[in-house]
């Protein structure tokens, strides 16, 4: 028994590259709690959001049986991305994706019709993966365009978690449209205890404390339940809600911990049926959108968590790029099958890598809890958004950093990566950042006589990203 222990340790070690990362054991176990417990939220938010949807029919998916389906694909496909990526990259139904599929898809035909079209996405993903194209156009953008990506991306991670834990709010008028709290004012106990979440972790980070994020999620989810339990604070919105509740969760440790789950939506899909209810040209619309997304989005995070773990190589790449590829679009197209709309890769990864992770081996620590989090549900539930947020905020604080590597007095590519940097999180959009990038990257290098500088793929990409943007008015036309 002496020596077994360690031999497993070992293969472990030299299957992901542990110690050749410069990780070590405990930091990836460390990473992988921090990433679950940072995108924990997916298991009640998806079934929130694909539940508040109506296909044809005016049906309704069940909530339970999308949060297990949600729980349990999570796990299998961050374990896959552990396994085969062997990259610290935790996957889970798409946020906007789902949105997408639950209010502009499955009104025009069912649920297993709409969930049949991500299941086409997915498998055309993987075949321009297998056939080194998307690999091919992740090689022809610029570096300096790479970096941009994973600072917006920390921007638009920062925005979120403001907005999540209520901290910035819409103000409800045309100016200003955002505001600080409530009237802008920090007046609520949530609020309160996102702020002080904050400054702790921060404190923590500042003075390098191993666990800072974790310590930070943790301890102010603590924070939140003893507050919950004084102020009786109660839920934001909804029709028992109010403006200065909890947001996701109201943090209270639940009566019942363990609960069998409902696993009937998986395989109801198919793949032809929304072609003849909503017809061939809607139906290509739709899968061209999902597609365009899901392939940059990924793209995107992977650049931003690698950069973030300091892991690009000099050219700018991400180690086993097509293993993480490839797991992305099955990923895809196994959240068509299981009714929980596209999975894709989670920027809140970059949690985790802060942490400590460098390697696929976080990835069965996040993708094992997920799995329990099908069974464990009331314990996912107890984090509301303003502990949850903290991580976020400070996360994209260093990604933020990576912004001393753009050389700003080079208007070529300055232009660009600004653009790439404000869209994302002005319009909530990773897509949409990385599309106005390359649109002026490459309309700034034509009107310059440079043509030869930029790739044959990226004039595509720019191609495909102005049809993008131009699908709004190509919907009026059709309809």
Known sequence: ???????????????????????????EVRGGLATFFTMAYIVVLNPLILGGGKDIDGVSLPLAAVAAATALMAGLLTILMGVVGRFPLALAAGLGVNALVAYEIAPLMTWA???GLVVIEGVIIAILV??????????????????AIGVGIGLFLTIIGFVDAGFVRSTGQGSPPIGLGIGGKIVTWPGLVFVIGLLVTIVLVARKVKGAILIGIIGTTVLAIIVEAIAKVGPAGGPTGTPAGWALNVPVVPDKWVGKPDLSLLGNFNVLG????????VCAMFVFTLLLTDFFDTMGTMVAVAQE??????????????????????????????????????????????????????????????????????LVTVVPFEAASVALVVVGFLMMTAVRNIDWTDYEIGIPAFLTIVIMPFTYSI??????????????KASKGKLRDVHLLLWIVALLFVVYFAVGALEKLVF
């Open 113 to 115: 019709d709409a969930m």
């Open 274 to 281: 929304g072609w003849r209810s909503a017809g061939i040209v």
């Open 1 to 27: 028994m002496s020596t077994a222990g360690p031999g497993v340790v070992g293969a472990f070690d030299r299957y992901f590259e542990i110690s050749a990362r410069g990780s070590t054991m405990s930091r």
């Open 130 to 147: 297998l056939t080194n194209l998307r690999v091919a156009v992740f090689h022809s953008v610029p570096m300096q365009l790479k970096t």
């Open 431 to 444: 897509s949409n950042g990385i599309g106005a990038g390359v649109i002026t990257y490459v309309l700034i």
């Open 309 to 378: 773990g300091g892991m690009l190589t000099e050219d700018g790449m991400v180690p086993r790029t097509k293993e993480i590829l490839l797991v992305d679009s099955i990923a895809a197209a196994a959240g068509g099958a299981a009714s929980t709309s596209s999975n894709t890769s989670y920027i809140e990864s970059a949690a985790g890598v802060a942490e400590g992770a460098r390697t696929g081996f976080a990835n069965l620590v996040t993708g094992g809890l997920f799995l329990l989090a099908m069974f464990l549900a009331p």
